[in-house]
């Protein structure tokens, strides 16, 4: 890998740390060559201090580490994104990341449409809202909705009508995340179970 380090005259390259599974920023910091060939070697992440002036492995005091996953340069060879697996918060506030936000996983629109899930639940009063009145109804009743929608797409599924097909997935994957918090869980419960599995 060519990494520029002698673009700038200090000797350093901006790094931007990311979790390699959640994919959220988690911080930004600065190598000189050095401290990139001690990641690597160490497999954790080493930055070089500025206000120090010395060298510093994350969570050498802490313990809080970043575990090197990958590097990669950007395409003009003076910034690197490095995946890691960070142990316990990155920020020296304790906060996740150091734009205090939490390090969770999200699922795009689908977290989205889960939070707007659990809003109906908390609101069942909501006469006009379909989520609320299934929640009004019950477990039975959308247990029930997953039931006759699983049934709908595997019957769209022998057909020849991908339109068709999609809908019914759609409304499927809609009543499964209702019937997840019906019973107290979210999609990362699921993806917890699945990673368990993979080990």
């Not at 390259?13 to 930004?28: S, W």
């Not at 969570?59 to 809080?64: A, H, I, K, P």
């Not at 977290?111 to 809202?129: G, M």
């Not at 029930?144 to 019914?168: H, M, P, R, S, Y």
């Amino acid at each position: 890998m060519n990494i520029n380090f002698n673009k700038n005259n200090n000797g350093l390259v901006p790094v931007i740390i990311q979790d390699n599974e959640t994919k959220n920023v988690l911080m930004l910091g600065y190598m000189n060559e050095e401290a990139y060939r001690k990641s690597i070697e160490t497999k954790k992440v080493t930055f070089f201090s500025r206000t120090k002036q010395r060298l510093w492995t994350k969570g050498e005091e802490s313990g809080n580490y970043l575990n090197l996953v990958s590097i990669q340069n950007d395409c003009d060879e003076d910034t690197l994104l490095i995946k890691v697996q960070p142990v316990g918060p990155t920020c020296h506030t304790g906060s996740d990341t150091c734009w205090n936000e939490k390090n969770t996983m999200s699922f795009g629109y689908l977290s989205q449409l889960e939070a707007t899930i659990q809003n109906r639940k908390e609101n069942q009063e909501d006469e006009k809202s379909y989520v609320a009145s299934l929640f009004r109804k019950g477990i039975n009743k959308i247990a029930q909705k997953v039931g006759e929608e699983a049934v709908e797409t595997v019957i769209e599924a022998k057909d020849d009508n991908d339109e068709l097909f999609l809908n019914e997935s759609a409304d499927l994957l809609f009543h499964y995340l209702i019937l997840l918090q019906a019973k107290g869980y979210k999609l990362n419960d699921i993806v917890n179970v699945l990673k368990e599995r993979k080990k």
